[in-house]
């Protein structure tokens, strides 16, 4: 279901993490290899599904930048509260010891697949030093490392970032039914509805929220409708009119 995967941060935090393990895995299996370059796109990445997601035309060349940040999950949500959403990863092991060259190296490669995948926004993780030995293969090798992950700039009717509820949640709402706000997208409709971080959102439109996949699915099929989201912050119940975006 598209919505799931758009609104449920349970979701791509999971599907991130799997997707950068299996790369990395790939990776080190061949690590004896130098200038030796990796991309993985999970099968539920489909051209049909980013062709939904995505908020127009994919660019000629993506915008390539670097963070400072550690993790593919801190690298997810910082850009997720941009509005973009990742679907692939790679991993480069540069053949330069030279660190000025072995970042145009692996800037050149990781653009290069991004235009392959048509992606919006390419993200490199901050070099790594490695020492790697490998007895099956009888070789090692020394170098850097460079990581990235591959975004699409997507639609945000809501732009609300969600979780389950956990039992803190249910006791202060006496409730087993709701989502709670993990983050909104800058300049969404959520985030200029004043929606913050901790709100437990209990109904839309006063039909109950029983999850986050429910509550992806309404939000969905209600693209361009003002809708009244009621939610409890602090243990007051609010009523939130938004108009929702395409």
């Known amino acids: 279901m598209f919505n799931y995967l758009l609104y449920s941060s ?12 299996i790369i990395l895995l790939s990776f080190l299996l061949t690590a ?14 489909t051209a049909e599904r980013i062709a ?9 060349n993506p915008v390539v ?25 790679s991993v480069y092991h540069s053949e330069y010891l030279d660190l000025s060259k072995a970042t145009i190296a692996a800037e050149q490669a990781s ?7 048509s992606a919006d926004l390419v993200v490199m993780f901050p070099v790594k030093s490695i020492n790697i030995v ?49 983050a909104t997208i800058i300049n969404s409709p959520a985030f200029n509805a004043d929606i913050i971080p901790g709100d437990i959102i209990t109904a ?3 039909v109950p929220v029983s999850g986050s996949e429910s509550f992806g699915h309404y939000i969905d099929t209600h693209r361009n409708t003002r809708v009244t989201i009621t939610l409890v912050r602090k243990g007051e119940t609010l009523n939130k009119s938004v108009q929702l975006g395409n």
């Not at 653009?111 to 995948?117: H, L, S």
């Open 32 to 45: 004896c290899s130098t200038g030796s370059f990796s991309y993985h796109q999970p099968p539920a990445a």
């Open 65 to 89: 930048v670097h963070t400072a940040l550690n993790t593919a999950q801190q690298v997810n949500l910082a850009f997720l509260k941009q509005g973009y959403r990742s679907f692939g990863a």
């Open 10 to 21: 349970a979701a791509w935090e999971t599907i991130a993490t799997m997707r950068y393990l």
């Open 134 to 182: 490998n007895t099956g293969r009888c070789c090692s090798q020394s170098g850097v490392i460079f990581q990235a992950l591959y975004f699409i700039k997507i639609r945000v009717p809501l732009g609300v970032i969600q979780r389950e509820l956990n039992d803190a949640d249910r006791k202060l709402i006496n409730s087993n039914h709701g989502v709670t706000t993990v």
């Open 111 to 117: 653009r290069e697949q991004g235009q392959k995948v």
């Open 52 to 60: 939904y997601l995505r908020a127009g035309p994919a660019p000629l």
């Open 204 to 206: 839309i439109d006063n």
